[in-house]
T-cell receptor
Framework: DAGVTQSPTHLIKTRGQQVTLRCSPK?????VSWYQQALGQGPQFIFQ???????QRGNFPDRFSGHQFPNYSSELNVNALLLGDSALYLC??????????????FGSGTQLSVL | DQQVKQNSPSLSVQEGRISILNCDYT??????FLWYKKYPAEGPTFLIS?????DKNEDGRFTVFLNKSAKHLSLHIVPSQPGDSAVYFC???????????????FGKGTKLSVKP
């Protein structure tokens, strides 16, 4: 049973560029959440997708956008990259109908460096 | 404004002894709390959770205590093992009431080192 998989594992971009990160949820899960973890910080919620729609959003600018596909996989897009976007981006999946206490399963993340 | 605070960046404990990791929160609407463990180059892994209707939850060597009046929770690991060495994150949500499942607020983490 594959867990949450993310690609790529590492990525280097320059300021102003655009980036797309990908996530496949754990088998049987229908909800994908994205988190940003800056160095020395805890993960910070970006947004969550369910039924191909953004269900919740954290305090991130519109440069951060996402998509969920019919097979539940998801993409995170960041436009006009800033140096401060350098971070580990984590994808987490869950089953929405599992209840409010349903725990999240995290992928290993994509390490994004913006130069 | 940090809503979830882990004030100890690191903790070192001898193998076999108890590890106590602490977490404070400020938002009284939080009603579900979780601990995640993270090894280098891996994503966080769920460890244990507690809802606000309880004050203790136990799972093997791991016990989480919740003190709602003090807005404080702690994770106890007994006995500590070298394999427990990792970064531990405390997280909270308004999951049960606010329907915010998936929107977890994390602390900055505490790096636990268990020495043989």
């Amino acid at each position: 049973d594959a867990g949450v998989t993310q690609s790529p594992t590492h990525l280097i971009k320059t300021r102003g560029q655009q980036v797309t990160l990908r996530c496949s949820p754990k088998s049987g899960h229908d909800t994908v959440s994205w988190y940003q973890q800056a160095l020395g910080q805890g993960p910070q919620f970006i947004f969550q997708y369910y039924e191909e729609e953004e269900r919740q959003r954290g305090n991130f600018p519109d440069r951060f956008s996402g998509h969920q596909f019919p097979n539940y996989s998801s993409e995170l897009n960041v436009n006009a990259l800033l140096l401060g976007d350098s971070a580990l981006y984590l994808c987490a999946s869950s089953l929405l109908t599992g209840g409010a206490g349903e725990k999240l399963f995290f992928g290993s993340g994509t390490q994004l460096s913006v130069l | 404004d940090q809503q979830v605070k882990q004030n100890s960046p690191s903790l070192s404990v001898q193998e076999g002894r108890i590890s106590i990791l602490n977490c404070d929160y400020t938002n009284s609407m939080f009603d579900y709390f979780l601990w995640y463990k993270k090894y280098p180059a891996e994503g966080p892994t769920f460890l244990i959770s507690i809802s606000s209707i309880k004050d203790k939850n136990e799972d093997g060597r791991f016990t989480v205590f919740l003190n709602k009046s003090a807005k404080h929770l702690s994770l106890h690991i007994v006995p500590s093992q070298p394999g427990d060495s990792a970064v531990y994150f405390c997280a909270a949500s308004e999951g049960f009431r606010g329907g915010s499942q998936g929107n977890l607020i994390f602390g900055k983490g505490t790096k636990l080192s268990v020495k043989p």
